[in-house]
């Protein structure tokens, strides 16, 4: 039996279409409504067979849903929000997938009706990849799911919403919306950040061609270029609806470069040494916690899916 009689996914990028794909492989739903506003990316959906109907108007495809996932940039939840309430039923379970906690649920909730679940959520997965194409059904394997209940949370809704993500793949977790944006700040929007500063002052550097930089890129920098090539739409809309989380972080890192930067102009290299050591430790911790795979990567791996 499905989960849920109908689910809808407002929103059909990487998240959204990875969502589509295992609902479809885990049967989780009898009804599988797509909406977004842009027609060629529903058209695209339609095409790779994503849904069972396929709707521009957001209202309309809400309607009679048991379970509905908004995947869209953080700074357009408050608008979606607005959109869909008034077709939203008594008893369905809102949610979202956001980066951000705090922002989405002060944009969304004043539009939630009374008798409507409202559970925020974020699924921490995700590649450099967007578009319905970019979507794969194991992309949430092992990787975990952080809810942020508001109070007064129904736990039986809770439950459910959790057991679908279970279904999907996750891991759980709960945090409260401050903790979870602080948590988000250092391990996601930072590094994503830093991505996309550095390799800007690489592209911006007189004294090295774009070609050089392509051609003698080693593994360090071409990650860089992973985080980079996200989109750029949803990364503004983080960095804007988590500034405070973000700018604290800032600091924090600015602190440690400084540090980091007096190590080297001083030659301190037992200090750089134990930097490297403890740094190395987490990155052991993060295999230990199945979180990644020890495996080598030169940048020439065949494999099916891109990196999380």
Same mark, same amino acid.
Request: hydrophobic share 40%; with cysteine; charged share 25%.
């Given at each position: 039996?499905?989960?849920?009689d109908? !689910?809808?996914?407002?929103?059909?990028?990487? *998240?959204?279409?990875?969502?589509?794909?295992?609902i479809?492989?885990?049967?989780?739903?009898?009804? !599988?409504?797509?909406?977004?506003?842009?027609?060629?990316?529903?058209?695209?959906?339609?095409?790779?067979?994503?849904?069972?109907?396929?709707?521009?108007?957001?209202?309309?495809?809400?309607?009679?849903?048991?379970?509905?996932?908004?995947?869209?940039?953080?700074?357009?939840?408050?608008?979606?929000?607005?959109?869909?309430?008034p077709?939203?039923?008594?008893?369905?379970?809102?949610?979202?997938?956001?980066?951000?906690?705090?922002?989405?649920?002060?944009?969304?909730?004043?539009?939630?009706?009374?008798?409507? #679940?409202?559970?925020?959520?974020?699924?921490?997965?995700?590649?450099?990849?967007s578009?319905?194409?970019?979507?794969?059904?194991?992309?949430?394997?092992?990787?975990?799911? !952080?809810?942020?209940?508001?109070?007064?949370?129904?736990?039986?809704?809770?439950?459910?919403?959790?057991?679908?993500?279970?279904?999907?793949?996750?891991?759980?977790?709960?945090?409260?919306?401050?903790?979870?944006?602080?948590?988000?700040?250092?391990?996601?929007?930072?590094? #994503?950040? !830093?991505?996309?500063?550095?390799?800007?002052?690489?592209?911006?550097?007189?004294?090295?061609?774009?070609?050089?930089?392509?051609?003698?890129?080693?593994?360090?920098?071409?990650?860089?270029?992973?985080?980079a090539?996200?989109?750029?739409?949803?990364?503004?809309d983080?960095?804007?609806?988590?500034?405070?989380?973000?700018?604290?972080?800032?600091?924090?890192?600015?602190?440690?470069?400084?540090?980091?930067?007096?190590?080297?102009?001083?030659g301190?290299?037992?200090?750089?040494?134990?930097?490297?050591?403890?740094?190395?430790?987490?990155?052991?911790?993060i *295999?230990?916690?199945?979180?990644?795979?020890?495996?080598?990567?030169?940048?020439?791996?065949?494999?099916?899916?891109p990196p999380?």
């Amino acid at each position: 039996m499905p989960l849920f009689d109908k !689910i809808a996914l407002v929103g059909i990028g990487l *998240i959204g279409s990875s969502l589509a794909r295992v609902i479809r492989r885990e049967g989780l739903a009898g009804h !599988i409504a797509v909406a977004t506003r842009s027609a060629s990316t529903l058209k695209r959906a339609e095409e790779l067979g994503l849904g069972d109907s396929y709707l521009a108007d957001l209202g309309e495809a809400v309607a009679d849903a048991d379970l509905v996932i908004v995947s869209v940039p953080v700074g357009s939840s408050g608008k979606v929000a607005e959109e869909i309430a008034p077709r939203l039923k008594k008893g369905a379970i809102v949610t979202d997938v956001g980066s951000t906690k705090r922002s989405v649920i002060a944009q969304m909730q004043p539009h939630i009706p009374a008798g409507v #679940h409202f559970i925020p959520g974020h699924p921490l997965a995700g590649t450099e990849k967007s578009g319905p194409d970019a979507g794969f059904a194991e992309l949430f394997e092992n990787r975990w799911c !952080i809810f942020t209940p508001l109070p007064g949370t129904d736990p039986a809704a809770l439950e459910k919403l959790s057991e679908f993500w279970r279904r999907c793949g996750s891991n759980i977790d709960t945090m409260d919306p401050e903790h979870h944006d602080m948590v988000l700040a250092i391990v996601s929007h930072l590094p #994503h950040i !830093i991505a996309y500063n550095i390799v800007g002052t690489a592209d911006d550097l007189e004294t090295v061609t774009k070609s050089e930089v392509i051609k003698y890129a080693a593994s360090g920098f071409r990650d860089f270029t992973r985080l980079a090539a996200s989109d750029p739409t949803m990364w503004r809309d983080v960095c804007l609806h988590n500034k405070d989380a973000i700018l604290e972080m800032l600091a924090r890192f600015s602190e440690d470069l400084a540090l980091l930067q007096r190590a080297i102009r001083w030659g301190e290299g037992e200090k750089l040494f134990e930097i490297f050591t403890r740094t190395r430790g987490v990155r052991r911790s993060i *295999i230990e916690a199945g979180q990644e795979v020890d495996v080598p990567d030169f940048g020439r791996q065949a494999v099916e899916h891109p990196p999380r």
